[in-house]
């Protein structure tokens, strides 16, 4: 599980240009499957997977691209998706990402995440 | 074909609201690189240089790099390129932060802006489309309500910049802000205004493909931990940053009798720990913010509580001079509130505090007299301060001639006024003293910039690398790193990445992102050709020799822990012939057809 300390975030946003070079073989935060936003003076926050117990997102799924695999890990079948957004509705920690019509979810990376590699704060670390 | 970049740049024209898109020819590419080295192309083929800097002909070029974007540290600058209304001569300008990144997700590697809006607009440019949205509402509000605004309007996810009041009203060294960061130097905000320009947005989702990603991967992976190693020790510069923002290394500084005060009349501020980032870390909550992709994370956000609470933005170790130790302002609060209002109104805090330092002089010498100023303008005085930098945003009574800058001032104050007015080539002294470092003498006199601190030797002198006062051998040195500050401010490099990393973990990054395959030489070469571009418009702008000339009070003594020390006029005049030696210039400071031909530089103009 990602741990995120909002007070030593710097908003850098290294984590996600991590993510997308890992996933995607680009650097483009857009298509990152984590955000982090803030407002100064407001502190920043992140939007990631949490891997719920009873995800929302797959039971919003009308068409079965999303499913709950080990480690509660979410599974996206982009073959099924159809783009229609409704897990971005209905998950309520805001962590389905979106760019360009397709759906971008944290499937932790075997657990690895290598985006907390590159936070030089140790803002976002994992557990375990 | 290069990877790593579009290749397209956008052309907007606002007086018809037209764009196009054009492609960037991979021989420009080769012999500029990005960012800077593509402002300083287009614009020395495109704009006249005898113009006036707030003519429509004028252009704003807003330029990525090819490390723009991608996971490689401490590449996050916009550059910025344009002609001054402060120096009359080219200027290049960077800001950190997102905006690069969001720009360079449109799709281009640069925008060039030309023309003027017929009413106040801010653009958005998408990976579609470019939009001309007017903005009469947001006529004389700050840049934080600007900003805002445009957000509300275009989403959260824009990368935004814009102007305040300063840039609407002309001010000649007004700023162009973008959220925590800003184009300080040189009036690029002024520019932006005299177009009728509030505000521009880039919104797009276009990332960055580098041509071997294995190999870029391990070369980032290696620049992340160099710049651990420097983070994690605390008395390495980048270290101090990292905890204290640029801040942090004021009272080394001033013991090292460096810090410019009293306008430049003492190189120590004694109550300078009054106005220090530690200062700030007892009066406000503060926190460290980092620009796209940075480690380092310089910046550092302070919110003050209570009845009159308000939060900003640094200051940086540069505000904390101007704005502090210039003008003998020793009040954290003040400085605070002043730099907060340079925000604001989008004002380059370095010029505007130098300037009020110079007409606290010209008050105190009765150059100046109340009646002029409407209240008493004397060293020290933070009321006085705030006021003046009010009407100065404004141009309201004294604060129309205080936005004009030191070398207009002292042109319409006269007697012997330009003798203490703080510029070269009228932009004002950043924080050093060339009084104090001959290279930093050099620097700013010879600065395509002006007064510019950005490629001077000042670790080097402040740390004893280098004898700070022998003037001996600090013209090749000076010319080297200018060029090599130009080469990484195409890339687009923060200025603090070469502390820790060598030269050639740049060109490692760039050849393996890109697929270029320059050597140290290659790379240096592109620095000193768009050094010499730069020179040879500023020369055709009307700028001479007689320009990298400094105030007579640079050669006054000055005490130095209790002797009185200062830089020789003839010894300073030597060194500049020299290094127009170095340069392959001639005795007026001409670059050589010889030089012209190395660097295969071809004029548009006379």
Redesign the interface.
Known sequence: MLIYDS?SC?????CR??C??VK????????SRLSI?GK??QMPVLKVCRQCQNPLCVKACPVSALSQEEQRIISIDYGLCSDCKLCVQACPFEAVQT??GKIYICDTCKGEYPCTE?C??EAISKKG | MFEAYNRNLLRINLTDKSFQVEEIPAEVMDKFIGGMGFGVYYLTREVDPAIDALDMGNKLIFATGPLT???A?MFAQTALVTKSPLTNGIINCYCGG?LA?KLK?TGYDLVIIEGACSQLSYVLVTPDTVKFIPCPELQGKGVREAEEYISAQEG??CGTAAIGLAGENLVRFASIISS?RVFGRGGTGAVMGSKNLKGVAFKG??????HN?RVF?LKVDEA?AV??IA?DNPYSLLGVF?RYGTGGGMSLINERYALATRNHTQAHFATADKIDTTAYHKLA?S???????????C?Q?H?FQGKDGF?T?GPEYETMYSLGSDCCNDDPLVLARAHNLCEEYGMDTLSAGCTIAFAMECYERGFLSSEDIGFSLDFGNGEALLKALELMARRQGIGDLLAEGTRIMAEKIGRDSAHFAMNSKGMEFAAWMPQRMSGIALTFATSNRGACHKRGPIGQELMGELPMESTEGKAKIVAGIQDKVNALFTLVSCRFADFELPIEMFISLLNAATGMNKDVTDFLDIGERIWNLERLFNLAAGLSSESDMLPARCFEPIEVDGELKSLNREEFEAMVQEYYQVRGWDQQGVPSSVTRKRLGLELPWK
């Open positions: 007070k710097t908003e850098c946003q290294a240009l991590k997308s070079f995607e073989t680009e650097y483009n935060p857009a298509k936003k100064w003076p760019c360009a590159v030089s704060t | 974007g991608t996971g540290p997102n990144q997700s959260e996810d925590t989702t276009i990332g960055v493909k580098v990603p991967a992340f710049f651990k983070t990292s909550n926190r460290r913010i980092a620009c796209f992709g940075c480690p380092i994370h910046g956000l919110s939060f933005r």
